[in-house]
């Protein structure tokens, strides 16, 4: 089983910038072999933001966030970031991070992912 903890949500007005943060912890948290950023706007579904891949780095972002946002992980590969620069009011939603054991599904399709964390809530404002 694997535990994922987020932090670092906040408010903040347009054009800030914040790092979420995610944590991952449990007997098998080594078999994982990628961690994505999610995120939910009230009435919306959720959206792949950006995901990086484990062992390598590999990583991917939705056209939405490219160029703003940077997904890393430390070299544990047990936490990963996600720097969010040049904040707009339409990236207001609950962020989630999940992480999967397998490839094999597409990066941003949340049904391939075996474990989610509980969110961390990030709003900017005009």
């Known amino acids: 089983q694997v535990h994922l903890v987020e932090s670092g949500g906040d408010s903040v007005q347009a054009g800030g910038s914040l790092r979420l943060s995610c944590a991952a912890s449990?007997?098998?948290?080594?078999?994982?072999?990628?961690f994505a950023w999610f995120r939910q706007a009230p009435g919306k579904e959720r959206e792949g933001v950006a995901t990086?891949?484990?062992?390598?780095?590999?990583?991917y972002y939705s056209a939405s966030v490219k160029g703003r946002f940077t997904i890393s992980q430390d070299n544990s590969e047990k936490t990963v970031y996600l720097q969010m620069n040049s904040l707009k009011p339409e990236d207001t939603a609950m962020y989630y991070c999940?992480?999967?054991?397998?490839?094999?599904?597409?990066?941003?399709?949340?049904?391939?992912?075996?474990?989610w964390g509980q969110g961390t809530q990030v709003t900017v404002s005009s």
């Open positions: 449990g007997s098998t948290a080594s078999s994982i072999v990628g």
């Open positions: 990086i891949y484990t062992p390598g780095g590999g990583t």
């Open positions: 999940a992480a999967k054991r397998r490839y094999g599904t597409v990066w941003h399709q949340s049904s391939g992912y075996d474990y």
